[in-house]
């Protein structure tokens, strides 16, 4: 596609519950990466996929949260037994390769945990 | 311990004013990025500088890296309501290094 997409745009989930934030990359490239925005935070990195590497997964904060890349495209973040604090937006980039080049980053997914 | 300092962080100006924000570390960085984000939607690349001391202008805004590479700056001149945002900086610590370390960035107000 043009850009990166995430879906969905805001999700209202219940404490407790899962929940699964999708990202499409730009076609071709090879880098993808998962960054959350918390409100009067920085972006904090969550986890990296680079083509057919083990992805780096040291951002994650607890073993609640996972994310795949199947096909070397489309990713998918869960996200088990969503607390309060997980509310925040959760963006994802891609980018032609991992060497210095710019993110191009989709819209986000704005999770409210209640 | 925040890796990138950004001030000031909140900024409110009249259309037309000058500005410059600012962007340190204590961390030297093999390249360093500029972003911008409107609300709603992701940030987007405005430019990246490589090179200790290099200046690069991008119509009204102007982005310095420092000469030590731990530092930068980013003016605008003649400041537009288009140019409402919130700024990030963004850099990365090593040659090769593919993880993006994030400012908290300045959130920028032009009042028309």
């Known amino acids: 596609g043009a850009g990166v997409s995430q879906s969905p745009s805001n999700k209202v989930t219940e404490k407790g519950k899962d929940v699964e934030l999708r990202c499409d990359p730009i076609s071709g490239h090879t880098a993808l990466y998962w960054y959350r925005q918390s409100l009067g935070q920085g972006l904090e990195f969550l986890i990296y996929f680079q083509g057919n590497s083990a992805p780096d997964k040291s951002g994650l904060p607890s073993d609640r949260f996972s994310a795949e890349r199947t096909g070397g495209s489309v990713s998918t973040l869960t996200i088990q037994r969503t607390q309060q604090e997980d509310s925040a937006v959760y963006l994802c980039a891609s980018s032609f390769n991992s060497d210095g080049g710019g993110y191009t980053f989709g819209s986000g997914t704005r999770l409210t945990v209640v | 311990t925040q890796l990138l300092e950004q001030s000031p962080q909140f900024l409110s100006i009249q259309e037309g004013e000058n500005l410059t924000v600012y962007c340190n570390s204590s961390?030297?960085?093999?390249?360093l990025q500029w972003y911008r984000q409107e609300p709603g939607e992701g940030p987007v690349l405005l430019v990246t500088v490589v090179t200790g001391g290099e200046v690069k202008k991008l119509k009204r805004l102007t982005f310095q890296f420092g000469d030590a590479r731990k530092d930068s700056s980013l003016h605008i001149t003649a400041a537009q309501p288009g140019d409402t945002g919130l700024y990030l900086c963004?850099?990365?610590?090593?040659?090769?290094?593919?993880?993006?370390?994030f400012g908290k960035g300045t959130k920028l107000s032009v009042i028309p």
């Open positions: 963004a850099g990365r610590t090593g040659a090769g290094s593919y993880q993006l370390t």
């Open positions: 961390s030297v960085f093999s390249s």
